[in-house]
Structure formats: structure tokens, C-alpha cells
């Protein structure tokens, strides 16, 4: 599975020292081209460690075998490969995903689009890196004829989905890393467990508390591309967190910087100011493509659209000056002071 590099994500360990320390179950484990790692508080009905662990990694199997773009027979590769514009009966838990991140493209105009896969090989970020190189335009023209979410119709009743061009390749790297996250949460509910940190490949979702007792404290990476340094903490309570950000994955050519992220509009990296955003939800999945989306939108439009839709939004801005900080007010509270 093609995923954006995890970007903006340092999971922190400050803590008031004094509060007595719970103890708390760490699972850890590869998926979908990256690393998971979750956090249980154990409550006094908590299913074993080894059983916890084992159906995780079920889950997590299960959702790779549906959704990824690198598992030739995968539910979405067999989706992709059909050159018809028949209807076809998706699973349930793959026609959410696509039906969701057709929502946030009508939502974001575009800026989000789950067939933008094709434009992104063609700029060589795809699986082989040594065929970056900047492509002519007749060369982008040719690919943006067969890409756009608008050439995909549902059936919601029946969960079938129709390629009105045949060609038409979905790739769900900007979405399903929150989808498992959700999911896993979904599974940690359903057994009770009140109190978690899930996180895949920097999407997360905390529940509860931590095992001091206090909410999750989560640092947000600068926008910095050979260091790990954290800009900012947030303290979340039952709420989602998803990044994306275009300061690691990208090309030079005669001295021109070209980002992993592609604009589905232009068919070209972005050219903008924004170099990180951080978006808070009670969905993984939604913020995980609404984070893709603003990327794409850069800072004005992006912190225009949050703003409409009470999403929190935190962005990382490159200035002259080096970058600066810019969140709007429905993101405030969760900063950690």
C-alpha cells in the first residue's frame, strides 16, 4: 500500500511525575508500508495481551487484503484491474472508504481525489524512486483525462460503485490509515477498554486517559527535513489526529523543489507555503483525508474551508523567516500550555 510518509507525529511521554502510573499494555507491529503502535489502559475485563495482539493484526491484515494498491488479488486491485463501466458490489467496509473520501472531495472541490494515484506514478513517487523526473505536459495531459473522483457513481443501498471511464485507478493512501485506526478503535470499544492511544503511521486516535491519568500528549513535528524536533504539544481526549506534510518526500531539478503531493486540479506538485497541517476530528478516516485535502489547498483556502466546517486546524507555514504557526480557534483549546 502506498502511504504518505508519517510526517508530523512524535508521540510524547511528558507527564506530571507525581501521579500514580497504571499499568498499560504496548502493541507494536508493521501495516500498510508503515509501523503501528497502541496503547491500552487494561480495564478489569481485559481480554489477554496475546489475544488482543493477535486480533489487531487480523484486522489489520483483513484491511490490507481489501484495500491496498500492492496485493495483486486485493478487493481494491480487482477493482481497479476490471476495465468496465459496470456496476460493481464492493464490501462493506470498502465501499465506506471510497464513498467517505468521495464526500471530501465534493467537500475540498477536488483537492482531495482518490484517483490521483496515476499522476503521482508519473511524477515518481510510486514505488520506484528512480524514475522521478518531471514529466512534459502533454505527458500529464494524457494521464488527467482518466483521472477524477467525479467519474465514480454510487449505489449506496446496494454498495456498488461504477467507473464511468474504465480506467479510472483509485488509491486510498490518503484515507485508509485512518480507517484502520477507527476500526481498531471500534474493536477496543466493543471489549470495554476506555482508555488507548492508537496511532498507524502518524494517524491516531486517544480515548481517555494515559496511564498517569492525564489526557494524551501528542508533539507536533517541526517541518524540518533531516531532524526530529517537536513544535508543539496537544492534549487530546477521545478525538482523532491526522498530518500530512511535504517536507520529506519530494525531488529537486535545476533547483526546483517538486512535492510527493500532487495537486488532482493542475496534475503538478504543490507551490505553495504550507509545508505541514495537523487536523483534529472525532473520525480518523475524515481527518485523514481532510489533512490530504488541505495540503493540496494550501494555507488561505485551507484554514477558510476548516473554519466553515468547525474543524480544527493547525498548519506549518513557510515564511522567509524560516516557518511559523498559524491554528484557528477551534483548534486552540487543545494546545498544551
Same mark, same amino acid.
Given at each position: 500500500?502506498? #502511504?504518505? *510518509? &508519517?510526517?508530523?507525529? $512524535?508521540?510524547?511521554?511528558?507527564?506530571?511525575?507525581?501521579?500514580?502510573?497504571?499499568?498499560?499494555?504496548?502493541?507494536?507491529?508493521?501495516?500498510?508500508? @508503515? @509501523? #503501528?503502535?497502541?496503547? *491500552?489502559? &487494561?480495564?478489569? !475485563?481485559?481480554?489477554?495481551?496475546? %489475544?488482543?495482539?493477535?486480533?489487531?493484526?487480523?484486522?489489520?491484515?483483513? *484491511?490490507? =487484503?481489501?484495500?491496498?494498491?500492492?496485493?495483486?488479488?486485493?478487493?481494491?486491485?480487482?477493482?481497479? =484491474?476490471?476495465? @468496465?463501466?459496470?456496476?460493481?458490489?464492493?464490501?462493506?467496509?470498502?465501499? =465506506?472508504?471510497?464513498?467517505?473520501?468521495?464526500?471530501?472531495? $465534493?467537500?475540498?472541490?477536488?483537492?482531495?481525489?482518490?484517483?490521483?494515484?496515476?499522476?503521482?506514478?508519473?511524477?515518481?513517487?510510486?514505488?520506484?524512486?528512480?524514475?522521478?523526473?518531471?514529466?512534459?505536459?502533454?505527458? %500529464?495531459?494524457?494521464?488527467?483525462?482518466?483521472?477524477?473522483?467525479?467519474?465514480?457513481?454510487?449505489?449506496?443501498?446496494?454498495?456498488?460503485?461504477?467507473?464511468? +471511464?474504465?480506467?479510472?485507478?483509485?488509491?486510498?493512501?490518503?484515507?485508509?490509515?485512518?480507517? /484502520?485506526?477507527?476500526? !481498531?478503535?471500534?474493536?477496543? +470499544?466493543?471489549?470495554?477498554?476506555?482508555? #488507548?492511544?492508537?496511532?498507524?503511521?502518524?494517524?491516531?486516535?486517544?480515548?481517555?486517559?494515559?496511564?498517569?491519568?492525564?489526557?494524551? =500528549?501528542?508533539?507536533?513535528?517541526?517541518?524540518?527535513?533531516?531532524?526530529?524536533?517537536?513544535?508543539?504539544?496537544?492534549?487530546?481526549?477521545?478525538?482523532?489526529?491526522?498530518?500530512?506534510?511535504? #517536507?520529506?518526500?519530494?525531488?529537486?531539478?535545476?533547483?526546483?523543489?517538486?512535492?510527493?503531493?500532487?495537486? &488532482?486540479?493542475?496534475?503538478?506538485?504543490?507551490?505553495?507555503?504550507?509545508?505541514?497541517?495537523?487536523?483534529?476530528?472525532?473520525?480518523?478516516?475524515? /481527518?485523514?483525508?481532510?489533512?490530504?485535502?488541505?495540503?493540496?489547498?494550501?494555507?488561505?483556502?485551507?484554514?477558510?474551508?476548516?473554519?466553515?466546517?468547525?474543524?480544527?486546524?493547525?498548519?506549518?507555514?513557510?515564511?522567509?523567516?524560516?516557518?511559523?504557526?498559524?491554528?484557528?480557534?477551534?483548534?486552540? &483549546?487543545? $494546545?498544551?500550555?
Amino acid at each position: 500500500m502506498r #502511504y504518505f *510518509i &508519517p510526517c508530523a507525529l $512524535l508521540l510524547t511521554s511528558l507527564c506530571a511525575c507525581q501521579n500514580t502510573v497504571r499499568e498499560v499494555i504496548v502493541l507494536n507491529g508493521l501495516t500498510m508500508g @508503515t @509501523t #503501528y503502535t497502541i496503547k *491500552i489502559v &487494561p480495564n478489569d !475485563i481485559a481480554l489477554k495481551q496475546n %489475544i488482543l495482539h493477535t486480533d489487531i493484526e487480523n484486522i489489520l491484515v483483513g *484491511i490490507n =487484503q481489501t484495500m491496498s494498491t500492492y496485493i495483486s488479488d486485493s478487493e481494491l486491485s480487482r477493482f481497479n =484491474q476490471a476495465k @468496465t463501466t459496470y456496476w460493481q458490489t464492493l464490501s462493506a467496509d470498502l465501499y =465506506q472508504v471510497i464513498e467517505h473520501g468521495n464526500s471530501v472531495s $465534493l467537500l475540498s472541490n477536488g483537492a482531495f481525489d482518490m484517483t490521483v494515484g496515476p499522476l503521482v506514478k508519473l511524477w515518481g513517487f510510486g514505488a520506484d524512486p528512480l524514475t522521478r523526473a518531471v514529466p512534459s505536459e502533454a505527458a %500529464i495531459r494524457a494521464v488527467k483525462q482518466h483521472t477524477g473522483y467525479e467519474k465514480l457513481t454510487f449505489d449506496k443501498p446496494a454498495k456498488r460503485i461504477v467507473k464511468t +471511464d474504465p480506467d479510472i485507478y483509485i488509491d486510498l493512501s490518503g484515507i485508509a490509515k485512518g480507517f /484502520a485506526v477507527d476500526k !481498531i478503535a471500534h474493536y477496543l +470499544d466493543a471489549h470495554g477498554f476506555n482508555h #488507548y492511544l492508537v496511532e498507524i503511521g502518524g494517524e491516531l486516535i486517544a480515548k481517555g486517559t494515559n496511564e498517569r491519568q492525564q489526557t494524551w =500528549q501528542i508533539g507536533i513535528e517541526q517541518a524540518l527535513p533531516l531532524e526530529r524536533a517537536v513544535q508543539g504539544i496537544v492534549s487530546l481526549h477521545n478525538i482523532a489526529m491526522a498530518t500530512s506534510g511535504d #517536507y520529506r518526500n519530494y525531488f529537486e531539478k535545476n533547483g526546483i523543489r517538486y512535492s510527493h503531493t500532487i495537486d &488532482p486540479i493542475t496534475g503538478k506538485p504543490i507551490n505553495h507555503t504550507l509545508a505541514a497541517v495537523t487536523v483534529l476530528n472525532s473520525s480518523a478516516m475524515h /481527518a485523514d483525508a481532510l489533512a490530504t485535502a488541505f495540503m493540496v489547498l494550501g494555507p488561505e483556502k485551507s484554514m477558510t474551508l476548516a473554519n466553515q466546517l468547525g474543524v480544527a486546524l493547525y498548519m506549518i507555514i513557510k515564511t522567509n523567516a524560516g516557518f511559523e504557526e498559524r491554528y484557528n480557534d477551534v483548534f486552540k &483549546p487543545y $494546545l498544551a500550555h
